[in-house]
């Protein structure tokens, strides 16, 4: 499988997990919890809407820092290699290995704001972190897509 599938594939896991991750703790929460427990998220809800909101700002801190640990990740990687195994291979590896790694970081925003949800955030908040968290995981893995190609071949990346 090359390293264009391998990421896209990749990429649509970790940005359904949220999701996935929203609607089963919604439907756990309904069947596990007291009825009780209904009152308790409305009187939560007004202190917890501007930190569900301002987890937007930390979405934006883990894809940059996503970005900039994976590019330095994988160089490190190939430059600790010995020069045989310098090549398009071995940097495809490393480049995906760290993808998985990176990409995750963009989503722990969301997955924060979900925990906020289940104590009686609103939706829309939530969504919209989802929202951003996937759109930080396109993006570390479309810069990571972007300097493998231009890596081979051999085009110096400009920023």
């Given at each position: 499988m090359t390293l264009r599938r391998q990421t896209w594939l990749m990429l649509a896991l970790v940005a359904l997990s949220t999701p996935m991750a929203l609607v089963a703790e919604t439907y756990l929460r309904r069947l596990m919890f007291p009825p009780e427990f209904e009152e308790v998220r409305t009187y939560l809800q007004p202190s917890l809407e501007v930190p569900v909101w301002s987890?937007?700002?930390?979405?934006?801190?883990?894809?940059?820092?996503g970005i900039r640990a994976q590019e330095r990740r994988?160089?490190?990687?190939?430059a600790a290699r010995p020069p045989a195994e310098q090549t398009q291979h071995y940097r495809?590896?490393?480049?995906?290995?760290?993808l998985v790694l990176f990409t995750s970081l963009p989503q722990i925003p969301a997955?924060?704001?979900?925990?906020?949800f289940?104590?009686?955030?609103?939706?829309?908040?939530?969504?919209v972190n989802m929202a951003a968290s996937t759109a930080g995981v396109l993006a570390v893995g479309m810069?990571?897509?972007?300097?493998?190609?231009?890596?081979?071949?051999?085009?110096?990346?400009?920023?």
């Open positions: 987890l937007l700002s930390l979405v934006a801190l883990t894809t940059w820092f994988v160089e490190r990687k190939m495809d590896k490393d480049t995906f290995d760290s997955i924060l704001a979900t925990f906020g289940m104590f009686g955030a609103s939706l829309v908040p939530v969504l810069t990571s897509l972007r300097r493998a190609r231009l890596a081979a071949t051999n085009t110096p990346p400009s920023l």
